[in-house]
């Protein structure tokens, strides 16, 4: 598994979140939910207090913003049993029980506003123009999804049972015993589409095997490995796919150290990952020349239209690397690194002072 992920993804239906999820973590005792806005310091709260987690010898999972994949939305730091997250839209974080487990830590409250009031009219201009560059990233992204459902209508339902089925028959050989108590299950992203292009995270130790899946047909084989291992007692984490964020693209047993990862040509697969199964040959087995030929040229649109999309994504994260520009200089940092430095040592006293 890796200790660096997404917990959104843009997609074709717009931005998925799994923010949430991390108010039903087991692992999680204390979630801070960091609010404020552009500019005040929100990464670098979560920045500082991953790598002063690191010198107490703790490891850290690093939560990265889909929308600048150089800056943190959250921080899990699981022997503490401490998270803090970035609450504010797309994914906005709210606790269920305020004070029981999770509350605020309130940014904002370090803004001159006096400085800001003259940059309004600059402020929302750059807020206008960085929304509307969504739009035709996720209209890209939606008609990237429709050429790909082409793509298997083409190849067509059966040819796409028969070669799953047997792929599942492969890869789940033997009967795996009924645990009393089924494992836990946490969603990540493993990829994305961001404004760096499309995005493949690199993956940690252990046993990963590719399974190849040009047409994104393994989703379903993927959830019943996954649902398989839960029911034998195994913790899963499962990676969604932003191209189809309903499908897994890929089931980790942390307990165990090895996992299964479709590769999809827009995401190429980790070095360490042994190819273990190919689901591209047997669909595309027999197909007429003039069906491949048309399936290929389906298959770079899609590709084309997957880098328009992260093109205006780029453009949206330029607006919006505009907009901290201008409120920096209304933040006092003085103020945020002295609110890092107490929020660090009650932290990690409270913590230690547990243990």
Not at 14 to 38: A, H, M, N
Not at 210 to 231: C, F, K, M, P
Not at 270 to 297: I, K, N, V, Y
């Amino acid at each position: 598994m890796t200790n660096t992920y997404f917990l959104g993804a843009n997609t074709p239906e717009g931005f998925r979140s799994e923010y949430g999820t991390l108010q039903r973590d087991p692992r999680i005792q204390r979630l801070l939910i960091v609010k404020g806005g552009s500019g005040c310091g929100k990464s670098t709260l979560m920045k500082t207090l991953g790598t002063r987690a690191e010198e107490y010898g703790w490891a850290v999972e690093r939560i990265l913003c889909s929308s600048d994949p150089d800056s943190l939305d959250g921080l899990v730091i699981p022997e503490a049993g401490l998270a803090l997250v970035d609450g504010t839209a797309p994914h906005v974080v709210e606790p269920a029980l305020c004070g029981c487990g999770a509350n605020y830590v309130n940014l904002g409250k370090y803004y001159r506003e006096t400085q800001l009031r003259p940059l309004i009219p600059a402020i929302r201009a750059a807020k206008a123009a960085n929304a509307v560059c969504y739009g035709p990233a996720y209209g890209c992204l939606r008609a990237a999804a429709a050429l790909s459902r082409a793509r298997r209508q083409l190849l067509g339902r059966e040819r796409i049972r028969a070669v799953t089925e047997e792929a599942l028959a492969q890869l789940a050989d033997r009967k795996l015993p009924r645990a009393e108590t089924p494992g836990g299950e946490r969603r990540v992203y493993l990829s994305g589409i961001t404004p760096d292009g499309l995005l493949s995270l690199p993956l940690g130790e252990g046993r990963i095997w590719a399974i190849q899946d040009s047409h994104g047909v393994g989703g379903g084989l993927i959830r019943t490995l996954a649902d398989r291992w839960r029911e034998a007692g195994e913790d899963v984490v499962l990676a969604m796919d932003p191209l189809d964020p309903d499908a897994p693209a890929g089931v980790f047993l942390p307990g165990r150290g090895q996992g299964w990862l479709r590769v999809h040509p827009a995401f190429p697969g980790p070095r360490q990952a042994m190819l273990r199964l190919d689901l591209d040959a047997p669909l595309e087995e027999g197909l007429p020349d003039s069906l491949s030929a048309g399936m290929e040229e389906l298959s770079a649109l899609e590709h084309r239209l997957l880098r328009e999309a992260a093109g205006w994504l780029r453009q949206a994260k330029a607006h919006h690397d505009l907009i901290e520009e201008l409120y920096r200089p209304a933040v006092d940092f003085a103020g945020v690194t002295r609110e890092t430095e107490l929020l660090c040592r009650e932290l990690f006293a409270e913590v230690t002072s547990d243990k």
